[in-house]
Structures are given as C-alpha cells and as structure tokens.
C-alpha cells in the first residue's frame, strides 16, 4: 500500500513541461496552421495552373473520331442499255470510318495572349492575396506573443506585490505585538494581502487566457503550457518610414486588378479581328471514297479556316465601351487605396510613438516607485511612517510596475501595427 501511495506521490510531483516559444517561431507555427492562408495558397496555386491551361491555348490540338455502323436499305442503280442491262448498289450496308485532325491557330486578334495575360494578372492577385494574408497572420501571432509576454511580466509583479504584502503584514503584526501600532493597521495590511491574493489569481487567469489563444492560433493543444522565450526591452528610438512600400500586398493586388482590365479590354477589341486556322487531317474507312467498292482505303485534308462575324447592335463596341468603365473603376480603387494606406501609416506612426514614450515614462515611474518603496519601508521599520501610508506607497509601487509590463507590450503591439500598415518586411521577423 505504500508502494502505491509513494507511486502516485511521484506521478503528480513530475513537473508540466512547458514548450519555450520564441517570436520567430510563434509566427512561423501562426502561418503553417492558418486555414485563411492555406486557403490562399490553394487559390493562388489555382491560379498559377490556369495560366499555363492558357498558354496551352497556343499549341495545336488534336481530335479523332471513329464511327461504324449498318444501314438496311443503299441506293440502287439500274443500267438497261439492250443487249446489257443490270442492277448495282452504290454504297454498302456497313461502313466503317475514322477521321484525325490537327488544327493550328494562326491568327486569333489577341484573344490567346489576352488570355494568356488575363490569367497571369489573376495570378498576381492571389499571389498578393496570399502575402496579405501571411501579413495578417504575422501581425495576428506578434499582437498575441506580446500579450503572453504581458501576461507573464503582470503576473510576476502580482506575485511580487503578494511577497511584499506578507513583509508588510508580518512587519505590522511585530509592531502590533510590541504595542507600536493599532488593530486598524493591523486590519489594513490584512486587507492588502488579501487583495494581493486575489491580484495573483487574477494575472493567473488573464495568463491562462492569453495561453489558450494563443494555443489556438499556433495549432496547438490548449492544455499545452507555453513559455515566451524573448525579453521586451526599451524601444529604440522610433523613426518615420519614408512611406507605404509598393510592394505591399493590398497595393499589388490592387495593380493586378487594373491589369485584369486592361487585358480584359484587349479580349474585347478582339472581337473586330478574324480568327484564322491551319488544318490538316487524315481519314481511313471502309468503303470511304469509294462508293462503289467495298474496300479499305484513305487520304489526306489541309487546308484552313477563317471566320470573322459582326454583330448589327454595335455589341462588340459596347463591351469595349464597359471595359473601359471598369479599369477606371479599378484605377479610382487604387488610388483611394493608397491614400487610404497613407492615413493608416501616419497614424499607426502617431500612435507608435505615444506608446514608445509611454513606455519610457511607465521605466522612470517604476524606478521611481521601487526607490521610494525602500525608502518608505525602511522608515516604517524605524516607525517614522504609518502603515497606512506603507500599504499606499507599496500600492503605488505595484501598479507602476503593472504599467510598466503593459507600456512595453503596448508598445511592441503598436509597432506591430505600423510595420502592416507600411508594408515592412520587419512584420515577419522576430525581435
């Protein structure tokens, strides 16, 4: 029996191993399990294969046809020349026949490369559709890694401010017994580990929460635990971008866009030119050419063919007309898009740098607070300052901390935010 308690003791005092993350491969695990993205990478491998179904459009093409059937009833023909007279069948009950063709374009008004052309700007836009969504993946997975690091950093002053509270609260219950302070205080520093209790379970919480998120957007198994590898620092000091990169995915899928037109017009005008095709074809059968004798024989076909038709309503030059409207349309997209891009950089930028002094601000407010914490503890030892004020002034301590570990996040969020708004190729990598 103590085998097996001293077993079980064992099993439920081997420690949760924990996977240790680090940014670069938070985003990494974020792209490989993003279905959005998988998603927009079969889209754009679709798109790829029908441009090569296009520039197939170029060869030639090839078709057979073979048949054979019997026929109850031929024509009969009857000679009666006196002396001579007789009866002959032209054709035969069975026929057998096999036709091949090769056809060659060799003129089609632009149709083919219009084509050709259509299909690699779809092209583009899926390729630029699938860099938008890595974008949003990386940005996604940055936000929720610095939300862990946050959550961590929260949870080690909670658990600073519950040590420091015990100090107090020991501290307060010497005095208390050595007649230098009243049940009042004795009843505040109470209060204060209790509420640094309950702070402690409260960062537990809000770090279980953030793990389980971020679980899910890496593809892991929420149980999982989860360690943040990296160290947030202070920021460097933050300069503007010369502006939004143009090669930012939203800004090339727009441009495909405004190709799609263009070469959507061309397939239009296409319409005013001739098509023109080469041919040459071989035929075998049974009887085939000869009506007259049941025998197998066959011959060659070359030649080509032209076909030019026009519509009396002016149809062709209507849809041009359309065409038109819609690149214009897609060009006005364009350029809204790029102001638009522009506004969001400068404001990302803006709100970028608050968060950069803020967390400048939040470092000095800590280091502040920690310096006049040990001063005010010292002083309360000797019982200069109320216990009160100690409470107060460790109070203050914890939320500057508390500030300081949310200013740092916030502040690596926020530059999250602007590399996506300008298109910086930073927004993938780690820190």
Known sequence: MKQVVLFAFLCCAVPVLSRELN???????????????????????????DVSAARAERLPSTSAVGSAFYVSEVPTLKIGIPPVAFTRDVGTHQTYQADFRLSVPLFTGGRISGGIDMSAATADYYA???????????LQARVEYFNLLKADRQLQVARASMARADVISKDVSSLYEAGAADSVNLLEARLATTRAGFGVKQAESNRRTVEIRISYLLGLQPSESLTAADTLTLPDPLRLNAGVAPTKPELMAADAGIRLGEKRLGIVRADYFPTISAFGGYSYGKPNLDRFNNTWNGYFTFGANLNWSFNLGSKTSKKARAAKYYIEAAQNDRSQLQENLNRDAAVYYEQAHLAEQRAISAADEAQIAKSNYAIAQAQHRDGVLASNRLVQIEADLTSSEAAMASSLADYYAALSAYYYAIGSENLRKGL
């Open 128 to 138: 630029a559709m699938e860099s938008a969504d890595r974008d949003r993946t990386a």
């Open 23 to 49: 940014l670069s491969q938070a985003i990494q695990m974020a792209e490989q399990h993003s279905f959005a993205l998988q998603k927009a990478r079969a889209n754009s491998a679709g798109a790829v294969a």
